[in-house]
């Protein structure tokens, strides 16, 4: 799946399933509360935190899909091409750090 099609599939189920998106500030709020899922089970499965068990089970795959959601919402609901946006920063990054990382000392 691509990114303009996760964007149609998502703005499809939201019209269907969801009834109406969220508002942007709520949306935004629960794209903070997805992330910080994200980094409490990174923290502490690759962290230095010990695990709890409750935490165990926790799948980081299904936690980052949950951000990638949410993000795609914002995205829809503020008219942001997410496949254009991406491959704008791609070459904004490509050129900024054409050897920016390779003169690195501290990553050799």
Not at 35 to 47: D, M, N, S, T
Not at 68 to 97: H, M, P, S, Y
């Amino acid at each position: 799946m691509t990114l303009r099609e996760a964007q149609t599939t998502v703005d499809e189920w939201i019209k269907t399933i969801g009834v109406r998106y969220f508002n942007e500030l709520t949306n935004l709020a629960m794209l903070t509360e997805e992330v910080g899922e994200v980094a409490r089970i990174i923290a502490r499965r690759y962290g230095e935190q010990s695990e709890k068990e409750s935490d165990k089970a926790k799948d980081l795959g299904d936690e980052m899909a949950d951000v990638l959601w949410v993000l795609i919402c914002l995205a829809n609901q503020t008219g942001v091409d997410l496949t254009a946006a991406f491959q704008k920063n791609l070459e904004k990054k490509t050129v900024r750090d054409a050897t920016r990382h390779l003169e690195n000392e501290k990553l050799k």
